[in-house]
């Protein structure tokens, strides 16, 4: 076990939510259309004048307010949003100062798409166990809503906006990662992807703006993910050494609704251990996993004792999963 302890979640979310009745109205659809096509039932949106770090500084403060912490308490500060807010600099040195955390602060982003956080709260539990730092915060924020091309109808309707936070410690050996695994299959690097904002394609070379929008092979992305997420997650129950039998609680990426009936299927847990947000939020990127593990936590549903797995699909195609004792 690396040792790390979770000490508490926050979530922010902007302020106003947009229902599939509304978005069918705005894009000339017919009554029920959004629905049928994306499971959403509403999901929150930015308005012009809301930022990704700012939002992302918002669940950090509640984070902070529920662990009766400062943001001076924070050593290390990782952002771990599935797209950056600009090229550079990164965007936790945003979130910092919307967040006010005491100039000095480190702060570096990890970046894994939409295993972003599982990515990120890795990379903390080693920091904390060497002794470098003693309590750190993760940060994901992304607003889909700046980057779906809705013109494409399988994509732009399932996201949804919002930013979540963890604050974690150095375990005593009690609570921390039992297994994390994260794999990755490059024949998948064009499922899901945004191609322009880089070197390989931006306005010197010839880049196009939507090139600058998001776009996923839906039907690709869960074919490659249904064929190789059975051995995978049989390795990392491997690695844990146990079964399914003594997971407590699931808490997937919001993906889709396929996909998570999908992670049911396969999983073959009772549907009460599988935390879902999907319907109310949408698929939030990186933002996702974090504020399916606030809602398990504040709801009660992941309590200190328990066993939690994690797990999800990203860009790239990567598969990850992560057990974690509370």
Not at 44 to 52: D, I
Not at 192 to 205: Q, V, Y
Not at 270 to 276: C, E, F, S, T, V
Request: glycine share 12%; hydrophobic share 45%; proline share 6%.
């Amino acid at each position: 076990m690396i040792p790390v302890r979770l000490i508490a979640t926050g979530k922010a979310v902007p302020s106003q939510s947009v229902t599939s009745d509304s978005l069918d109205r705005q894009l000339g659809h017919p009554p029920g259309y959004t629905l049928r096509k994306s499971g959403v039932v509403s999901r929150f949106v930015a308005a012009p004048g809301e930022s990704q770090s700012q939002l992302g500084a918002a669940a950090l403060l509640d984070a902070l307010k529920h662990a009766g912490l400062q943001p001076a308490d924070i050593d290390l500060l990782i952002g771990a949003c599935g797209v950056p807010e600009q090229a550079l600099p990164n965007t936790a040195c945003f979130i910092a100062l919307h967040a006010g955390l005491p100039p000095g602060t480190p702060a570096f982003d990890v970046n894994a798409s939409c295993l972003s956080f599982m990515a990120a709260l890795r990379v903390a539990a080693s920091l904390l166990s060497d002794g470098g730092y003693q309590r750190i915060a993760i940060v994901s924020a992304d607003l889909a809503s700046r980057g779906v091309d809705w013109s494409e109808p399988e994509s732009s309707m399932i996201f949804g906006d919002g930013a979540a936070a963890v604050i974690v410690e150095r375990g005593d050996g009690t609570a921390g990662i039992v297994a994390c695994k994260m794999a990755t299959y490059p024949e998948g690097r064009r499922y899901c992807e945004i191609r322009g904002g880089g070197t390989g394609r931006n306005p010197r070379a010839g880049c196009e703006p939507g090139d600058y929008l998001f776009h996923m092979d839906g039907k690709a992305v869960f074919r490659l993910a249904v064929k190789v997420m059975p051995a995978f997650l049989d390795q990392l129950m491997a690695e844990s050494g146990a079964g399914l039998d003594r997971i407590d609680v699931v808490v997937p990426h919001q993906a889709s609704p396929l996909g998570l009936a999908h992670a049911a299927r396969i999983l073959d847990v009772p549907d009460a251990k599988i935390i879902k947000i999907f319907e109310t939020h949408g698929n939030q990127v990186a933002a996702s996993l974090p504020s399916a593990l606030h809602e398990a936590v504040i709801t009660g549903r992941a309590r200190p004792g328990q066993r939690l797995l994690m797990m999800g699909t990203a860009a790239g195609l990567t598969i990850g999963g992560m057990i974690l004792d509370l």
